[in-house]
């Protein structure tokens, strides 16, 4: 292809962002009607587990190879492939349940098969917007991205599942897959500069691997980022796996409200993520980060100390926006520590290192809040995100000056001679 304007304003990068919210609906309809159907379908706790490891499972074992091939492979054809693929699945998962054989071994393959090949679209989606946006934007192209994520696997995609699963199951599977060819068809019309990485000796895929996860390791910015992310989403998966029980039981929220609290996090993250560039570009990426970090540990304290049914609210808005700011400008910032090379290869280390410990946290907060308390286990995990921001805010104060750095090496690497 020729070459094409990048930029926010420049079609490429907004067809790039329709497919982004596409596919984001798609997500949205598939993370809320697979586990649903399960539990209706098969009505078993043990298979309703099976299927949610299964959808799991590819971030643990399939993402740090899949980001090594995406950096190989042009990131265009990639995404567009790995779109086709999921749009395949969904529709004939569809099928199969219409013709009413989707057992659960069926519904387990085809988790772990969507969820594989969502490693590679991820991967590639994220060295696309880089190219696309340019890292001067990066800011404001990752505030765009959270947002139609957000609106769509949040709150649009749950509301059409609702609904269309009422209607007939099999349909939301179909609507996904519709979606997902939507999204195919929107990113083969975006313009890229450069389609294929640079040239580079092809190694095996294993020492690939090692050498993004070294990478990834030793810059110590990209590393203390990377680990936030991390630290933090084992932490907020502990008080998301008690924090509705605690509403109920604590709080006096009727269950049928429950699920309002996702949509508040959903609404503060919308409102944060374009503000959080504007504030990135007055304070610096550093400070506002720490902000963030604090902003969710004063959301989850005042979940923590409530004593009605609005404060539920209320800390749930505000740990949307402190989860807003801290994911639009976490995600600048690693692209912008990341050699375009690697792009795929830390993306994926980076879920994997998400999701790895996402379990884990859920896993512990049920234990540790029998041996003490619902609100114990909240109040716990405010203290630990407050000291997560005190332990990084050194090199997170000195975020500019790394990245000024890894952008001067990167030049120079990649000059002639």
């Given at each position: ?9 420049s ?49 643990l ?9 995406v950096?190989?492979?042009p ?12 749009s ?49 934007e ?14 769509g ?21 179909l ?16 313009s ?14 294993r020492?690939?691997v ?14 203390v ?40 996090t ?8 374009p ?5 990135a ?42 989860a ?6 976490s ?37 540790v809040?029998?041996?003490t ?30 990245i000024?750095?890894?952008?001067a090496?990167e ?7």
């Amino acid at each position: 292809m020729g070459a094409s304007a990048t930029g926010l304003r420049s079609r490429a990068f907004r067809r790039l962002l329709a497919a982004w919210g596409a596919s984001s609906i798609g997500d949205g309809v598939l993370t809320a009607a697979l586990p649903l159907f399960t539990a209706v379908s098969i009505r078993d706790p043990l298979s309703v587990s099976i299927v949610a490891v299964a959808s799991v499972l590819p971030w643990l074992v399939v993402a740090l190879p899949a980001g090594a091939l995406v950096d190989r492979w042009p990131p265009r054809t990639t995404l567009i492939l790995s779109l086709v693929v999921r749009s395949g699945l969904t529709l004939s998962l569809g099928a199969l349940i219409t013709l009413g054989s989707a057992n659960v071994a069926v519904l387990a393959v085809c988790a772990f098969m969507l969820s594989s090949a969502e490693t590679f679209a991820d991967a590639a989606g994220q060295t696309l917007l880089v190219t696309l946006a340019g890292r001067s934007e990066l800011e404001r192209a990752n505030g765009r991205v959270v947002s139609a994520e957000t609106a769509g696997v949040e709150i649009a995609g749950p509301l059409a599942a609702a609904g269309l699963f009422a209607w007939r199951p099999e349909f939301c599977f179909l609507a996904v897959g519709i979606t997902f060819v939507v999204a195919g068809l929107l990113t083969a019309t975006v313009s890229v500069r450069i389609e294929r990485p640079e040239k580079r000796e092809i190694t095996a895929l294993r020492t690939e691997v090692l050498e993004g996860m070294r990478f990834l390791v030793r810059q110590r910015t990209l590393r203390v980022v990377v680990g936030v992310v991390g630290v933090t989403a084992f932490v907020t998966s502990g008080v998301n796996a008690v924090a509705f029980l605690y509403a109920i039981d604590s709080l006096r929220l009727p269950a049928a409200s429950v699920a309002t609290l996702l949509v508040c996090t959903a609404v503060g993250a919308l409102a944060a993520a374009p503000l959080a560039s504007r504030l990135a570009l007055r304070w610096g990426s550093g400070r506002v980060m720490i902000c963030a970090l604090v902003v969710l540990a004063v959301g989850i304290a005042t979940l923590g100390a409530g004593g009605s049914q609005w404060v539920a609210w209320v800390a749930y808005l505000v740990m949307g926006v402190g989860a807003g700011a801290w994911n639009v400008l976490s995600s600048a910032n690693r692209q912008r520590l990341t050699p375009r090379s690697l792009m795929g290869r830390v993306t994926s280390a980076h879920r994997v290192l998400a999701w790895g410990l996402m379990p884990l946290g859920a896993a512990l907060a049920g234990p540790v809040a029998s041996m003490t308390s619902l609100r114990a286990v909240i109040i716990g995990a405010a203290v630990l995100v407050i000291a997560i921001a005190v332990l990084s805010a050194p090199r997170l104060l000195g975020l500019a000056r790394a990245i000024n750095h890894a952008e001067a090496g990167e030049v120079v690497e990649s000059s002639p001679g």
